[in-house]
């Protein structure tokens, strides 16, 4: 059975950094690993995916250069370095596993969640 958990998330003033984790189980294989975020009121959006072995990362225009995606396979866990926060940034991140054909940013296409983690981001 396949468990996504998030954590790292916390409240910070805007200019400030978080480092959220994603530390999944019941796979061995490598597979896309991605990070989406929601906030109240809004579609859940995609922020970075990261493909499986070494095929690339990639970022949503709203935080490139400001968010870094990272994977420690040994520890089964998948990193989202977020700098220079701003209060647009609040909402709920979620990981997610095993995408489908389709647009990574794509929530539809995902197989895997978690639970999520709350980031909020004051003025």
């Known amino acids: 059975q396949v468990r996504l958990v998030e954590s790292g998330g916390g409240s910070v003033a805007a200019g400030g950094s978080l480092r959220l984790s994603c530390t999944s189980t019941?796979?061995?294989?490598?597979?896309?690993e991605a990070w989406f975020r929601q906030a109240p009121g809004k579609e859940r959006e995609g922020v970075a995916v990261s493909y499986a072995g070494g095929s690339g990362t990639w970022y949503s225009d709203s935080v490139k250069g400001r968010f870094t995606a990272s994977r420690d396979n040994a520890k089964n866990t998948l990193y989202l370095q977020m700098n220079n926060l701003k209060p647009e940034d609040t909402a709920m991140y979620y990981c997610a596993a095993d995408v489908q054909v389709g647009r990574w940013a794509d929530a539809a296409n995902w197989n895997y969640w978690g639970q999520g983690t709350q980031v909020t981001v004051s003025s």
């Open positions: 019941g796979y061995t294989r490598e597979i896309p």
